[in-house]
């Protein structure tokens, strides 16, 4: 497998940019997210690094190799799409082994090779079967078993799992992320959906109009984001903003906001203007002692939790709390949080402030 190292990259339709200044390292046998919002520019990044579309500027490394400028055919790269791509007109075996025959593999090594892999997906009981009378599942283990079989530097995933249902789609990104561990194999996949990137990824980048808006671990993306960008589309419900103008000293531990005064982790730089004070739902306390007070509004059971919303001086909030915790719709009570979990942002450039709880978090620009 391979690691893969991507340098300033660019991409140039015409007038539009589809990807800017995009740096990133793939760690050799990592699971690599490509996480936005549709028109983010990831399935763009995608077809850069697997060679189907060139760049305009910048590099891209392959296990020590740079191939910005060369084909995919010189890339030894697999590639699956989330519509299957597989020929109609031939059953399992014959789409799996498809590559290899193409390569002038000898047929006995072919055969050894297909029932390795239909072996490891557990799809040997369908080899003969046509392609075309297969649950969305099972076209989706042949797709991949036509890009394992090659035994490429990495694999290219674009949305795989989009055209199945929410319920197998959930079963299959657990079958995906098994089958990835088993192998070890370098594996860059595309998706817009949040819970899939977090659920199945080693690292994340983040992106939104071409840019990089934050890179890193699951958890570091969620407890520390960047971005008001990040903060929003990480996590459901999505944290809380609540808005104020003020002012914040370097080394200072508490902020006003809203004739309040509210604990915050030691900020690292001094910023005077319009503020956004980020606390996610599952920080927020509610309590009978507390001068910062909020109305229930709403009230929503979700099993073991329930999510609770409030009309709060600084805007509406979430609260994430037990279900067995009495929440009135109209009662007023009071509201808390873990200054370990608050993160500032600049308003205008929607940047986190830098902080003790983010200091050092890639996308802070």
């Known amino acids: 497998m391979a690691e893969i190292v991507i340098k300033d990259l ?14 990133f390292k793939i760690e050799d046998g990592e699971f690599f997210m490509l996480l936005g919002p549709s028109g983010c520019g990831k399935t763009t990044t995608l077809r850069m690094i697997a060679g189907l579309e060139l760049p305009t500027s910048g590099e ?9 400028q060369k084909p995919a055919s010189a890339r030894d790269i697999a590639f699956v799409f989330q519509m299957f791509a597989l020929y109609p007109h031939m059953n399992v075996r014959k789409n799996i082994s498809y590559p290899l025959v193409s390569q002038g593999m000898p047929r006995a090594r072919v ?3 297909v029932a390795e892999v239909a072996r490891i997906l557990g799809i040997e009981d369908i080899l003969d079967r046509p392609v075309g009378g297969l649950s969305g599942g099972d076209r989706q283990r042949v797709a991949l078993g036509r890009a394992i079989v090659r035994d490429p530097k990495a694999f290219m995933m674009d949305e795989p799992l989009g055209a199945l249902d929410a319920e197998f789609r959930e079963h299959m990104a657990e079958e995906l992320r098994a089958l990835h561990d088993r192998m070890g194999a370098t594996t860059v996949y595309v998706t817009h959906d949040q819970l899939e990137a977090m659920q199945m990824g080693d690292k994340i980048v983040v992106m939104n109009h071409g840019v990089i808006e934050q890179f890193g671990t699951p958890q570091d993306i969620y407890d520390k984001p960047a971005t008001l960008f990040v903060a929003d589309f990480i996590g459901s419900p999505a944290m809380n903003f609540l808005k104020f103008t003020g002012q914040v000293e370097a080394g200072a531990v508490e902020v006003a906001m809203h004739r309040h005064r509210f604990m915050i982790p030691e900020m690292r730089e001094a910023f005077d203007g319009d503020m956004v004070f980020g606390v996610r739902p599952e920080h927020v306390r509610l309590s009978d002692a507390g001068d910062f007070r909020g109305e229930i509004v709403a009230s929503e059971y979700l099993g073991t939790t329930q999510i609770v919303t409030l009309k709060t001086p600084g805007g509406r909030l979430k609260a994430r709390i037990p279900s067995d915790q009495v929440a009135r719709t109209g009662e007023t009570v009071a509201l808390g ?14 940047r986190a402030l830098r902080s003790d709880l983010n200091e050092g978090v890639l996308g802070h620009g």
């Open 337 to 350: 949080f873990d200054p370990a979990t608050v993160t500032l942002f600049d308003s205008q450039s929607g």
């Open 10 to 23: 660019r991409k140039d339709f015409g007038d539009f940019t589809a990807v800017q200044a995009s740096s």
């Open 111 to 113: 055969r050894e090779k």
């Open 60 to 68: 891209i490394w392959i296990d020590g190799e740079e191939v910005s």
